[in-house]
């Protein structure tokens, strides 16, 4: 059991790797659900640590790199080959950014006493950035050799800003344990009604606007949420 955290890091690594080596040969639908499975794999692996007190230095700092990977650098790669035939400059710049604010975001967690981190986060977790960037490749399903619409590369342009932005900002999102204290006993009914609307989402299709709408919901509403715990 003491090396279950660590074994489900190293899983969510290797998802972050599957996704980069996805994004080199442009099976962009591959290469989003490879860094959404790692940010399922990262909320199990930090419940799992609690539940059974499992956490360690070696464990936290081995963490700390897998999400530098799996929600900074493959994000990043994926978004660049994503748009940069029609934006090579400026995909180049966007996503530095948003790959040196992941960092940041990291690294700042890392020392904040984590008595001050009981239901929330100061500033949006790397692993809903991510998560969002994803998501939101998954509701255009480009093909090999077929140009993403200008409007939408653009509007992807401008959400890697405002998702940089957001994670070194001081805007407080709830984190797993906030999220079980705000909804208690309602939670199991929440996951059920989830897992009926992703089966409905991909019989018809949506599976991408839908997952791209419950990040989009958090990203919204976390912060007003947080208020509810003070």
């Given at each position: ?8 890091s ?8 599957g ?5 080199l040969?442009e ?12 940010v399922?794999?990262?909320g199990?692996?930090g419940?799992?640590?609690k539940r059974?007190k499992?956490t360690?230095?070696?464990?936290r ?7 530098v ?9 994926l978004g660049?080959?994503f748009?940069y035939r029609?934006f090579y400059?400026?995909?180049s710049?966007?996503?530095f ?7 940041f975001?990291?690294a700042k967690y890392n020392?904040?006493p984590?008595?001050k981190?009981?239901?929330?986060f100061?500033g ?6 991510g998560?969002?960037?994803?998501s939101?490749?998954?509701?255009y399903r480009?093909?090999?050799?077929v ?7 653009l ?5 890697v800003l405002?998702l940089?932005f957001l ?14 204290q705000?909804?208690?006993k309602?939670?199991k009914?929440?996951?059920?009604f ?18 791209f709408l419950l990040?989009?919901?958090y ?5 007003y949420?947080?208020?509810r715990?003070?």
């Amino acid at each position: 059991m003491g090396y279950l955290a660590n074994i489900l890091s190293f899983l969510s690594l290797a998802c972050a790797f599957g996704s980069i080596i996805f994004s080199l040969e442009e099976h962009f639908t591959f290469a989003s659900w490879a860094i959404i499975f790692s940010v399922i794999i990262d909320g199990l692996d930090g419940q799992i640590a609690k539940r059974y007190k499992l956490t360690s230095e070696f464990g936290r700092e081995l963490d700390s790199l897998v999400d530098v990977i799996a929600f900074g650098i493959a994000p990043s790669v994926l978004g660049y080959i994503f748009i940069y035939r029609d934006f090579y400059l400026s995909a180049s710049l966007t996503l530095f950014v948003y790959l040196f604010c992941s960092v940041f975001r990291l690294a700042k967690y890392n020392v904040t006493p984590k008595t001050k981190l009981v239901n929330y986060f100061y500033g949006l977790p790397t692993t809903v950035s991510g998560g969002v960037l994803a998501s939101f490749i998954l509701i255009y399903r480009k093909k090999l050799g077929v140009s993403v619409p200008y409007y939408f590369q653009l509007a992807f342009i401008a959400l890697v800003l405002a998702l940089a932005f957001l994670m070194i900002s001081r805007v407080r999102y709830l984190n797993l344990d906030g999220i079980k204290q705000i909804f208690g006993k309602k939670l199991k009914l929440i996951f059920v009604f989830l897992f009926i609307l992703f089966v409905l989402a991909a019989f018809f299709r949506k599976i991408g606007i839908t997952t791209f709408l419950l990040f989009y919901l958090y990203l919204i509403f976390s912060p007003y949420l947080v208020r509810r715990l003070e």
